[in-house]
């Protein structure tokens, strides 16, 4: 895998999402991946990129990638009801059938899908490190070294998160014959963050991070030994399901979050994936710990979770971003649109995260590209020194015509379905053209012949 040194590239905005507002005639200089200078009320000049409404990419901050391979195929209720955990077995089943090739390509499709639809960086949540018979491959960082192939073919930036993954229950329970390509234990877990390291190194602009899967794979000895191995961000499940919460009650006489803060300092570098059932201490202890919340509100929805307690949260200056977990439907807007309508449908009014009279579509687009920039450990916005990932939404699009401003995000996301986003720039790199990925066929090619594999 090689990287291509990226020569200097201008940009001329007719209008641009800038930190403090909109802008008209924005000229935007790039060298190598990140902003040098942003110049509003600027004429344009010879060789400038033009750009019809610029705003600043979203960071996908929890992705599990191979998902995508088995998105819809779950959609079957059971004789005895279906639920989180019944879904659960049905993944490990295809993670079975997962070798690198396979694996890989389905990765390459995901993120071909989340830079069309306006994810510029993803936070792989990963885990699955083993081979099918849970032997460490040759190179134990095989699989990371996949993901770090897919993101360089998609152009999407990276930020790498290493599953620990150790037990199957509360205190420390042996794992599961299911969760053999999972397992290690604290020792072989800083080789696999070594080769994580050479396998990032490539990529121009990659994070490396790491993340104890839940409170139910790590015991808290463990997680005193793995923190000091990265300074990284960290990413954490906890208390998505009301089983989870009730079976770290009956272990510990503690709620998940509650125990989680006692035994460790969180901070500004964790992420709470879900974090779905919090009682008001326990949001108090993420807002004061200045930790962001991981909300996945498409997977949260699919697989019945519930919802997260977001009003309380974002008017105590609670800082959240936006993932696609499971991947069976990837769609930035969308995230973003089922956060508003869950907490429309649960508060029984209109318009209820976004404070005052704010734009809901601005301030749930700038709160959640904020947020995911803190838990991918990486600067944001159209300014000098952030990386040059923006979007380009087409105001030709039926669902934009005739606006301005703030109206161009609600109407995107509130009433515009696909054919909004008109091109994407990574790292000061086109990858996204007229909607469509610019590798999108070749991928299409590999994606279909490795579920014609694993799927047989």
Not at 97 to 124: H, K, N
Not at 182 to 195: K, M, P, S
Not at 240 to 264: D, H, K, N
Not at 309 to 335: K, T, W, Y
Request: glycine letters at 10%; aromatic letters at 8%.
């Amino acid at each position: 895998m090689e990287t291509k040194e990226q020569a200097s590239i201008s940009f001329w905005a007719r209008q641009a999402l800038l930190p403090h507002g909109w802008a008209q005639d924005v000229r935007i200089e790039v060298c190598g991946n990140a902003i040098t200078s942003v110049q509003p009320g600027t004429a344009t000049r010879p060789g400038d990129r033009p750009l019809a409404i610029a705003i600043p990419g979203l960071g996908n901050l929890h992705s599990h990638a191979f998902q995508r391979g088995m998105a819809g195929l779950t959609e079957i209720g059971g004789a005895r009801g279906d639920s989180f955990w019944s879904w659960r077995e049905l993944m490990y089943t295809f993670l079975d059938r997962l070798d690198p090739d396979s694996f890989q390509a389905i990765a390459e499709q995901a993120y071909v899908e989340m830079l069309e639809s306006g994810f510029t960086r993803v936070g792989e949540f990963h885990y699955l490190h083993h081979a099918i018979d849970g032997t460490p491959y040759a190179n134990r960082a095989e699989m990371a070294a996949r993901v770090a192939a897919a993101a360089h073919t998609s152009g999407i930036g990276l930020t790498l998160l290493p599953v620990f993954y150790a037990h199957a229950d509360f205190g420390g329970a042996p794992p599961n014959p299911s969760q053999r390509r999972l397992i290690h234990d604290v020792e072989g877990f800083a080789r696999l963050l070594e080769g994580c390291a050479r396998a990032l190194a490539p990529l121009d602009d990659a994070v490396l991070g790491i993340a104890p899967h839940s409170l139910r794979a790590v015991t808290g000895a463990e997680l005193a030994a793995l923190l000091p191995l990265n300074r990284g961000p960290v990413h954490i499940h906890i208390a998505e399901q009301t089983r989870e919460v009730e079976a770290c009650l009956a272990w510990s006489g503690q709620r998940p979050v509650q125990w989680l803060y006692e035994q460790a300092q969180v901070d500004h570098r964790w992420c709470l994936v879900h974090a779905t059932h919090v009682d008001a201490a326990e949001l108090s202890s993420i807002i004061a710990s200045n930790a962001v919340a991981g909300l996945c509100p498409i997977t949260e929805a699919n697989l019945g979770d519930g919802v997260f307690p977001m009003q309380a949260f974002a008017r105590a200056g609670g800082r959240f971003g936006v993932g696609s977990d499971s991947n069976v439907l990837i769609d930035a807007a969308e995230e973003l649109r089922l956060l508003e309508y869950g907490q429309r449908l649960q508060l029984r009014g209109r318009n209820v995260l976004s404070p005052g009279a704010q734009s809901s579509g601005r301030w749930l687009y700038e709160q959640a590209a904020q947020g995911a920039a803190q838990a991918l450990g990486v600067e944001h916005g159209l300014r000098i020194g952030a990386p040059a990932d923006l979007v380009e939404l087409d105001p030709e699009h039926p669902a934009l015509l005739s606006r301005s401003g703030d109206a161009w995000l609600d109407s995107w996301l509130f009433a515009a379905r696909n054919g909004a986003v008109r091109s994407v720039w990574r790292g000061g790199r086109e990858w996204v053209r007229h909607g469509r990925h610019l590798q999108r066929d070749s991928v299409a090619r590999r994606f279909s012949a490795a579920l014609s594999r694993v799927l047989a």
